[in-house]
C-alpha cells in the first residue's frame, strides 16, 4: 500500500523501467459493485500478470488496486 504521491513515484518507475509492449485481457468482471481486470502486461523485459481493481464512488470509478506479478 503507497499513498498517492508514493503510487505515482512507484508507478512511474516500473513503467520507465518496463516500456510497455502491449496488454492481453485475460479476465474482467464485476462483483458487490466493484470492477476487476485480470491480464497480462507485455513488455520490454517481460511479461507481468497484472490485476486491477476499481471501485465505484459516488459516480466516479476510483482505482483501489493495482497489482503487477512477475512471469
Known sequence: SFSKTQAEIVLRDFFTNNPVKG???IHKGEKNGS???IGTLNTKNGSFRTTIYMKQR?????LQE????NR
Open 35 to 37: 470492477q476487476y481486470c
Open 58 to 62: 459516488k459516480d466516479v470509478l476510483v
Open 66 to 69: 493495482l497489482r503487477f506479478e
Open 23 to 25: 496488454f492481453d485481457v
